[in-house]
């Protein structure tokens, strides 16, 4: 693997390399399966609902549909069971939508002003309460989830959409806050010094300066906001009642239930449907999602 | 004004953060069964959980879940960060398969691993139908190994998210580096072990903290791929707590079983925030 070819190339640009050495089969030959690896699961999972149950009895997991139908996808949809409720999971996917909306957006908008008021308003304290919040991103939500619950009750918010909001806007704070706080603090100062001369105040300068020149960041964040809340179990199924139970809570109720005889073709249909949403925002958003995370991680 | 719109932030990280964290340590000296009291029995709800099989067995797991998958996505999230740095073609391609995992959730990644792990249709019985009739491979029914089977799906979600970390701590490495390692003479391999490595010290400490941090929170992945089970074997502290608090309104236990869970968190990130934050004051 080591190519210690002695040359002299002053010139910039890539080495020509022929296709077919040794390196670049071992290369692309390990990527290559790895990649496969990868797909593997999501291959089985679009396969298996798309046959119909006999078919799966007898045959393998990995071979493709011999007669394709598009039933399963219908009956997870629209027909599957949890508990008494046979209305499938269009259910959960509503729920899910109307849990996820109003939480990126309350999140979002308390921790982009977070973010504002510590990069350029430096309050008293602020450093303090800033640490507070970052360490609280480790702390394990098991240690919260009670005191949360009698603070929902508290407020008559337990078991209600606008409590589970409540929960993902703290959850999410950690995170966003730091993301938008490095962001504001990467612009130039004196672009709010000079607002300040001119007498816009905290608000002022927030909508028509730092909100314009933000975009980007708003859609990072929207991104990783929306793939954690819509992914979210162990909030969902505490601080919500299941008439709002979201769509992953959901899914899991009609897989995992004990009752019936098990379709597994029904049961990927639904999997894949759960999966769908952040599928596409991933697929469609590329590396904006990477720096999403990478912000997120970094130095979080 | 600043301090005025900062009120939710300063709510959470006093009101939720400390005070919540403080209340659940304080309630944990308790025998709150369904409602939280304040009956002191000192450390009884702590001696209880660890004469209980049940929270021996999830702190096994977690031990192992923990030590495979932060050994295992450390080298596979290096290799493929490493392999994807050769100025490849389709890097692209490869970086968006490998992470696009790590955009679904656990209950969909344990849902689909039960399905391919499931021995009477999936892996097992696709071996076995090749011709190899005794073959075995049912991680998810036999107890010793369920834990194996959790990782193989932990680490198909995970992996990809640290390969990202590594490969942008790759690039955050000086060209310069390698055309001196290479005007030496010194094999790839090397250089990757005995220089790029120790550089990249930063980004494998924060990637360590992170899976860390990840591991003691797994919950939905179990819950979804095995529900703890066969018996209790697959079962974690994360959803001890659950069951406990929850399912079988032993709040005092529940409370004892996730101090225990902080305490384990605090240990590592401590010291990690001690060298992060104490070795140089920033702002």
Redesign the interface.
């Given at each position: 693997?080591?190519e210690?070819t002695a040359d002299f190339e002053g010139a910039h640009g890539?080495k020509p390399r022929r296709t077919f050495s040794r390196r670049n089969i071992f290369?692309?030959g390990?990527?290559i399966m790895?990649?496969l690896y990868?797909?593997?699961?999501?291959y089985?999972?679009i396969v298996?609902s798309l046959k119909g149950m006999p078919e799966?009895?007898l045959g393998?997991?990995?071979a493709p549909p011999v007669e394709i139908t598009f039933q399963p996808w219908v009956k997870a949809w629209a027909e599957a069971c949890t508990g008494l409720n046979c209305d499938g999971l269009s259910r959960g996917f509503w729920n899910s939508v109307r849990i996820t909306i109003p939480s990126v957006i309350v999140s979002i908008a308390?921790a982009s002003?977070?973010g504002?008021?510590?990069a350029n308003?430096?309050?008293?304290g602020?450093?303090v309460?800033?640490t507070?919040?970052i360490?609280?991103a480790?702390?394990?939500?098991?240690?919260?989830?009670?005191?949360?619950v009698?603070?929902l009750r508290e407020i008559g918010l337990y078991g209600t959409l606008w409590g589970l909001v409540v929960v993902h806007?703290?959850f999410g704070?950690p995170i966003l806050?730091l993301l938008f706080r490095n962001y504001f603090t990467s612009l130039p100062e004196e672009l709010f010094k000079a607002a300040r001369v001119d007498g816009a105040?905290?608000?002022g300068i927030y909508f028509q300066i730092m909100l314009p020149m933000s975009l980007p960041i708003f859609v990072v964040a929207m991104i990783l906001q929306v793939?954690g809340i819509?992914?979210?179990?162990?909030f969902g199924v505490?601080y919500t009642k299941p008439d709002i139970y979201p769509m992953?809570v959901q899914?899991?109720n009609i897989?995992?239930s004990v009752q019936g005889v098990k379709e597994?073709n029904v049961?990927?249909a639904a999997?894949i449907l759960?999966?769908l949403v952040?599928?596409v925002?991933?697929?469609v958003s590329?590396r904006l999602?990477?720096r999403g995370?990478?912000a997120g991680?970094?130095?979080? | 004004m600043a301090k005025i719109a900062a009120i939710p932030m300063i709510l959470t990280a006093l009101c939720v953060f400390v005070g919540g964290t403080l209340w659940t340590v304080v309630y944990s000296f308790t025998s709150s069964k369904l409602l939280p009291k304040t009956n002191w029995v000192g450390l009884d709800q702590y001696e209880r959980l660890w004469n209980t099989n049940r929270w021996i067995v999830s702190i096994e797991n977690l031990m192992i879940y923990g030590i495979c998958s932060l050994i295992f996505s450390l080298v596979i999230g290096f290799v493929l960060a490493a392999l994807l740095d050769q100025k490849i073609r389709f890097e692209n391609t490869f970086r968006t398969i490998i992470l696009y995992p790590f955009a679904l959730s656990f209950i969909v990644t344990g849902l689909v691993w039960q399905w391919i792990l499931n021995p009477d249709f999936g892996v097992q019985n696709i071996v076995r139908s090749l011709g190899w009739a005794s073959f075995e491979f049912d991680p998810l029914y036999n107890q010793d190994i369920v834990i194996y089977g959790i990782l193989i799906a932990g680490l198909w979600q995970g992996t990809g998210l640290i390969m990202v970390l590594m490969l942008a701590g790759l690039r955050g490495i000086d060209q310069e580096i390698w055309k001196a390692a290479r005007v030496d003479g010194i094999p790839t391999w090397k250089t990757y072990i005995f220089i790029v490595i120790p550089m990249m010290r930063p980004v494998f400490i924060t990637t360590l903290v992170l899976i860390a941090s990840g591991i003691v929170r797994v919950f939905d992945l179990v819950v979804a791929q095995t529900s703890g089970g066969p018996g209790i074997a697959s079962e974690v502290p994360a959803k001890y707590v659950y069951d406990t608090m929850f399912l079988r309104q032993n709040l005092g236990q529940g409370f004892a079983a996730s101090t225990m869970m902080l305490l384990a968190v605090a240990i590592v990130i401590i010291p990690w925030a001690y060298l992060e934050f104490g070795s140089r004051k920033r702002d």
């Open positions: 693997m080591t210690v890539p290369l692309y390990t990527l790895v990649a990868y797909m593997l699961p999501l089985v999972m298996t799966i009895r393998n997991i990995f308390i002003v977070n504002y008021a510590l308003w430096r309050f008293k602020a450093n309460f800033f507070i919040l360490f609280g480790f702390i394990p939500y098991q240690v919260m989830l009670y005191p949360i009698i603070l806007s703290i704070m806050t105040g905290f608000w793939t819509w992914n979210d179990f162990l505490v992953t899914l899991n897989v995992n597994y049961n990927m999997t759960t999966g952040p599928l925002i991933y697929f590329g999602f990477v995370i990478a991680a970094v130095k979080g | -």
